[in-house]
């Protein structure tokens, strides 16, 4: 018989403190070196990643307007992308008629409102740079970083 003792670490799945949900503004910033990278370094750290499943679009939609204000090339863009896709981010579904419903309320984005509901569903804070998503978030109960 095997006496070795077996470790078991039960991590909850949703709301814990270590989970936050992210938007891709604080994701292209970092990506385009932006004043605010310490900002979102500094918030971020320790913390498990979470985001709406629209994020790789999101941040791909960032980089092709970076590129339209000539702010980078495109070879920097592919660049950045791919960093991104190396951020360890757990992407999951918003509950997409909750978001709508937030958008027409709110008269604003779907796409803020994604993330919302995915902070709303989880319980777990948003960390955005955008202000008036962190305001409709706020009202809404939602704790903001």
Same mark, same amino acid.
């Given at each position: 018989?095997?006496?070795?003792?077996?470790?078991?670490?039960?991590?909850?799945?949703?709301?814990?403190?270590?989970?936050?949900?992210?938007?891709?503004? =604080?994701?292209?910033?970092?990506?385009?070196?932006?004043?605010?990278? %310490?900002?979102?370094?500094?918030?971020?750290?320790?913390?498990?990643?979470?985001?709406?499943?629209?994020?790789?679009? %999101?941040?791909?939609?960032?980089?092709?307007?970076?590129?339209?204000?000539?702010?980078? =090339?495109?070879?920097?863009?592919?660049?950045?992308?791919?960093?991104?896709?190396?951020?360890?981010?757990?992407?999951?579904?918003?509950?997409?008629?909750?978001?709508?419903?937030?958008?027409?309320?709110?008269?604003?984005?779907?796409?803020?409102?994604?993330?919302?509901?995915?902070?709303?569903?989880?319980?777990?804070?948003?960390?955005?740079?955008?202000?008036?998503?962190?305001?409709?978030?706020?009202?809404?109960?939602?704790? =903001?970083?």
């Amino acid at each position: 018989m095997n006496d070795k003792k077996l470790d078991i670490i039960i991590v909850p799945l949703y709301n814990t403190n270590m989970d936050i949900i992210i938007d891709s503004s =604080c994701i292209v910033a970092v990506l385009l070196g932006e004043n605010e990278v %310490e900002t979102v370094k500094k918030a971020t750290e320790g913390k498990r990643l979470v985001s709406a499943a629209c994020l790789p679009y %999101e941040v791909g939609n960032s980089l092709s307007a970076a590129v339209k204000r000539h702010r980078i =090339c495109p070879e920097d863009a592919v660049l950045a992308y791919k960093e991104f896709l190396r951020i360890p981010i757990r992407l999951i579904e918003p509950d997409i008629s909750k978001a709508v419903r937030i958008a027409a309320e709110e008269k604003h984005y779907a796409y803020d409102a994604y993330y919302i509901a995915c902070a709303i569903d989880t319980g777990n804070p948003l960390y955005s740079l955008d202000q008036d998503m962190i305001e409709i978030a706020e009202k809404r109960g939602v704790k =903001c970083l």
